[in-house]
């Protein structure tokens, strides 16, 4: 059974989605449309893809398609979702899943009216280290989980003052660093755990607030370019949350998970230590990463361990209705998009912020 796929956004969707969707056996992109970067021949170039649209809608009433995915800017995935349930297919939509959790309740209401299926690309999920994570903590070796410390950093400074962040600079437009990747930290806290956010205390901060380029043409950017976080889970325990990206030197992912019975640290993502009791931490064994095809290009290689594995577990529930349980929902996307916004509202007025 092949599955076509239609892919709405022709930045990340073109450079990473389409080429690892098409490297696995059971999908098919037959089309994409541009939102607003035109490049139609250059795109039909680049990705091989014959129907190329620059109106998403377009797409949608021409095209048989079994699934769309959506790839734009967090603002207009609300439209686009609604409209492409009501065209009759299956949803995957980008993270953030939307600009509040009012727009996300709407589109699960639309999936559910539609009787379809619908994930967020919380493709992170699959990777090897975290899976290992999310096993770990549901054995119950950990115990009562009492605190979570969760931090990245990126060297993206020499990029913030060289060229324009487009959307992901505005806040209006949904953009920033806490949507960017907050969505797939706070949506992994909750996953591995199973826990509930009870509150939150957050302070967003823009580093670099204007680029001017070579033309003298200023761009002036209302998002956040990092953002540190602290909370409490409903029931018990703590948790604190942090990014940066604005900075030359960076030390990545690191996680440290501070149980009643042990502690578990993984760093960058691909090495996992666990100790128990009083014994030291000691690391423990990961399955083996993908061999990346060499058709793709390094772009999407970056992303192809974990995103293959999500697509797969997509295919596999469309197509025979097995339901793997690590696949993120849409469900999941609105209980992020919750916890994003009380962040927001937390640093807006100063205050620890209560959830529900």
């Known amino acids: 059974m092949k599955i076509k796929v239609g892919i709405i956004g022709t930045g990340f ?3 990473v989605h389409a080429p690892i969707m098409n490297s696995h056996p059971g999908f098919e992109v037959v089309s994409i449309a541009s939102v607003s970067r035109g490049r139609m021949d250059t795109i039909k170039q680049e990705t091989g893809i014959a129907n190329v649209y620059d109106n998403w809608q377009d797409m949608l ?9 959506i790839v734009s800017a967090p603002k207009l995935h609300h ?5 492409a349930y009501e065209s009759g297919v299956h949803v995957l939509c980008e993270k953030p899943m939307s600009f509040d959790a009012e727009e996300a309740k709407e589109m699960i209401a639309a999936r559910d009216n539609a009787k379809k299926l619908g994930w967020i690309n919380f493709e992170f999920r699959f990777l090897p280290a975290r899976q290992k994570i999310k096993e770990i903590i549901s054995s119950g070796v950990l115990g009562e989980i009492m605190h979570v410390s969760y931090s990245t950093s990126m060297a993206g400074y020499e990029r913030s003052i060289s060229s324009k962040r487009g959307w992901l600079g505005q806040k209006e437009q949904a953009g920033g660093m806490l949507g960017a990747i907050g969505s797939h930290m706070f949506d992994s806290l909750l996953w591995w755990t199973e826990g509930e956010v009870e509150s939150v205390s957050g302070q967003l901060t823009t580093q670099v607030p204007e680029f001017i380029d070579e033309n003298g043409e200023k761009e002036i950017r209302t998002a956040d370019d990092a953002f540190q976080v602290m909370g409490t889970f409903v029931g018990g325990g703590t948790f604190s949350v942090s990014f940066t990206s604005a900075v030359r030197h960076a030390e990545g992912w690191k996680l440290e998970i501070h149980g009643t019975e042990g502690t578990l640290v993984m760093s960058h993502d691909n090495k996992v230590l666990v100790g128990i009791g009083s014994n030291p931490l000691e690391p423990v064994e990961l399955i083996s990463d993908l061999e990346t095809p ?12 974990a995103f293959y594995r999500s697509i797969d577990q997509m295919y596999k529930e469309i197509a025979t209705n097995e339901i793997n349980l690590s696949l993120p929902l849409f469900e999941d996307g609105q209980q992020v998009q919750i916890i994003l916004d009380a962040i927001r509202q937390s640093h807006e007025e100063g205050r620890r912020v209560k959830i529900g």
């Open 13 to 15: 969707g073109a450079k």
């Open 61 to 69: 009433e021409k095209e048989e398609l079994d699934l769309v995915s």
């Open 79 to 83: 439209e686009m979702v609604v409209k």
């Open 294 to 305: 060499e058709e793709i290009s390094s772009i999407a290689a970056s992303y192809y361990n």
